[in-house]
């Protein structure tokens, strides 16, 4: 600077806010890269799952509940033992529905085949309710009671996601019966074949997710699964997306650790929905029926934030 020059003032660069950042889906859970679905394997799916809500109940808030579904679901094993023979579907049938953009299992199947209700009279018959409560005796007693076409309606309506209010108590085990038939028929697809429906919707029977799972399977490690709460499949979800509208905006995560730290709660503030999160990675032993009704104070918390549940669990009406 030469004398008498006055200095230069440069001026400051303004100072650039912090980046954002954004989820990229697709570069998460990876949905090109991994099986699109597992299909379920009825010989240890409900005594698994026995097994978990066994483990659940003691010091549990809900531990009486958790300790019937663990009879349910040891129900659940027995008969779908005994439904082991039940005759194939139809390939042309299933493939056409598939063709059309169609899970391939529909409800037409409770009607069509006499082995769905031969399996839910004897859930009902080897359930043991000792020490249920009255209320859950006399659903029991009055399905016992009921028509066989009274029975079937129920389960068809089970089937569709209408549940009557005033028959909450026997559509718990009208699900139980439900998700066995489906779970043996859906083991039976060509899983390869199987294409997606839309969000929220289990490609292989059309039901809803009960809640989605981070898994470590070999070849799909780190990857997210929605589990359909009726049949039992698994299908493939890019994480940080909605499984209810797709969106992958405003897409959070929550949890409690006095609830559990492998659980948490996925909220979507486009459609204000949410779904439970299990890292299943880190616990192998998460069922996602069982752990779903045990982590209900997430339930609680998120629903005071105006959140809606985005899936289903048929054998917790709330």
Known sequence: MRGGDKPVEVAPEPKRPPRELKPEPDRIGISGSVPFVRLPNPETLFADR???????APEHPLGAYLAFLARVATAQAVVQTA?????????SDTALRVEHGMPP??????RDDPSFLDGFDRLLAVVDLAAAPDSTRSARDTLCAATPDDRLDLAVQVFEGAFPMERLGECVFASAAVQVYLARQSARLDGKALKPVA???????GGAPVASLVVAWTAADKARYCACSLC???WNQVRIRCTACGSSEGV????????????QVET???CHSYIKHLHQHRNPALDPVADDIASYGLDLKIAEDGFGRAGLNPLFLT
Do not use: H
């Open 50 to 56: 026995a097994r978990r809500l066994d483990s659940l």
């Open 83 to 91: 439904q082991a023979g039940t005759p194939p579907l139809t390939p």
């Open 105 to 110: 299992l529909s409800s037409s199947l409770l």
């Open 199 to 205: 969000d929220g919707i289990c490609p292989a029977c």
């Open 232 to 234: 039992g499949t698994l």
């Open 252 to 263: 959070s995560y929550y949890g409690l650790d006095e609830v559990s730290k492998d659980v």
């Open 268 to 270: 979507c503030t486009t």
